[in-house]
């Protein structure tokens, strides 16, 4: 089979990992693909492209352009291959192939009061097309597919939920010298509490600070905050200080990838507070590097989570809190979730995501 991919989001934090990971777990699998690419300027010699048997198509076309909308479905069609894979919710109109698209989550409807009135409108315009043209829609949850079916009235049976993975090197043990070296380059403390993610409002990193002062000064350690959100940070830092608490935090913003082992390393335990998440990849890397987890109840968090994380109430501000302390000193607590966590994170592998998104591209085959 022959797919042409749109991988212009290879570095983003969220489809961009997306992307790496599915073609990895493509690769160690020997799917039998012959693939066409769509890239940004500069991503040519991604050496995983070169491992694969493709053809490299680049494109400048801006993100939600409308000039992408035309562009790309122009070069795709050019390409004759069996089909076209969008790995997020935007495809492009007049594509004459066959289209699967991955759809990671609806935060553009679940939470619109975070969005302009433009970007809430041009997303569910394009996700009714997608649901009404698409020929197989893959989501990385449960709680995605519900949300589709719930939203836009979507065939249960043209979903097919594929969750992604986790990287094999979080389980790879960490030494010391790079411990060292990770906490003297950012000037950290050892034992941390750790948040990752972007600091968009959903996050709720807002309601986190707030859990996180209320704990007792024997119980509370420094909060380390990474991710990128300068528009938000601001409000953030004006309200540690008001709380006296300026010097316990650390934002780092985004960080490299051969910092994040010893990062989560390094942390005493890993919380994601979000009111919603598609799927939510930060509770499991923490799991595999062998961190005790607290996330919400909220989106796919509690779904991807299972048994192997504290699970709590973000609309609660005393549930929040008591989770945090709990997870802080419960020793017991703190074991278990850190056995089940390290069984649970084993079981999402992007070898898994590969089969079951490589199953789905022969069904689409089968069909034509």
């Not at 212009?8 to 934090?13: H, Y």
């Not at 553009?108 to 809430?120: E, I, T, V």
Request: charged share 25%; aromatic share 10%.
């Amino acid at each position: 089979m022959r797919i042409c991919l749109d991988a212009r989001k290879l570095w983003d934090s969220g489809v961009g990992t997306y992307i790496r990971g599915l073609l990895d777990g493509l690769h160690d699998i020997n799917a039998e693909i012959e693939w066409d690419f769509i890239v940004r300027p500069g991503d040519e010699n991604y050496a995983r492209f070169s491992q694969l048997k493709n053809r490299l198509h680049t494109s400048k076309a801006r993100e939600y352009s409308l000039s992408e909308l035309f562009s790309i479905s122009k070069i795709a069609n050019r390409t004759s291959t069996d089909f076209f894979h969008a790995p997020h919710y935007v495809v492009p109109l007049n594509l004459k192939l066959p289209f699967v698209v991955t759809i990671h989550d609806l935060i553009h409807l679940r939470f619109p009061q975070y969005f302009s009135a433009h970007k809430r409108a041009y997303a569910r315009w394009m996700f009714r097309r997608v649901c009404k043209d698409a020929r197989r829609i893959l989501t990385v949850s449960q709680c995605t597919k519900r949300d589709l079916i719930s939203e836009f009235g979507t065939p249960e049976e043209k979903i097919s939920v594929c969750y992604v993975g986790v990287s094999r090197s979080y389980s790879v043990p960490v030494y010391e010298e790079e411990i060292s070296q990770f906490i003297g380059e950012y000037s950290l403390p050892k034992d941390y509490l750790l948040f990752i993610g972007n600091l968009k409002p959903h996050k709720n990193v807002s309601g986190l600070i707030e859990a996180w002062a209320k704990l007792p000064d024997s119980v509370r350690p420094v909060l380390l905050i990474v991710g990128e959100g300068k528009k938000y940070r601001l409000s953030l830092e004006r309200r540690i200080q008001s709380l006296g608490r300026a010097k316990e935090v650390f934002f780092t913003g985004s960080l490299p990838e051969d910092s994040m082992r010893p990062l989560y390393r390094c942390a005493t335990a890993c919380v994601q507070p979000s009111w919603y998440e598609g799927f939510g990849s930060p509770p499991l890397e923490a799991m595999a590097s062998g961190i005790p987890v607290a996330v919400s109840n909220r989106g796919a968090l509690p779904e991807i989570a299972a048994d192997a994380a504290l699970v709590f109430d973000p609309g609660d501000a005393e549930s929040f809190r008591h989770a945090l302390e709990k997870i802080l000193t419960d020793q017991d607590l703190r074991r278990s979730l850190m056995e089940k966590g390290l069984r649970r994170a084993q079981e999402f592998t992007w070898e898994r995501t590969a089969l079951m998104t490589l199953q789905t591209y022969r069904e689409i085959i089968q069909k034509d």
